[in-house]
């Protein structure tokens, strides 16, 4: 009978402990700091390195790139796409965005434009989500999608 009087003390402890698990500290960030997230993304395209592409992005993340029908799961993955995508010498720029911002995650969603060395140009829709990982933002899902051409 006597632990009884000891149940509401032992449930406010595990309610107490289960509420701070569940809390992680919100680094703060700013639309502008999620705009650079694309700069750095694009300047590491032009490296034409695919490892230093590959490094924007989350162990687990996703790519499902303008090009190519394959989601990307792996590093690997990504990489294997970006041999192929960085042959054309890409250059991005955003047409228009919407950032939105939550507790270490964000959104940037759009419209941008890829020109290549040839001349060629793609008009295309993306959706990127980023998340804080302690030290720095990453990419978790890539998404782009050539326009369809009509409205």
Known sequence: MRYLNLLPVACVMLATNTYAANTEACHPSSEKE?????DRWNA?????????????????????ATVSNKPRLTPEEKRDYF????AGKPVGSIDSRTIELDCNTAVDAGLYTFKFADGKEVK?????????????????SHHSSAMPGKD
């Not at 041999?83 to 960085?86: A, D, K, N, S, Y």
């Not at 829709?125 to 302690?134: E, H, L, S, V």
């Open 34 to 38: 999620i705009a650079g997230l694309f």
């Open 44 to 64: 590491s395209l032009q490296t034409g390195n695919p490892d230093q592409v590959v490094a924007n992005y989350a162990t687990r993340s996703v790519l499902l």
């Open 124 to 140: 295309a829709r993306f959706t990127y989500t980023y998340k804080w990982d302690g030290k720095q933002w990453l990419i978790t």
């Open 83 to 86: 041999v192929h995508f960085l």
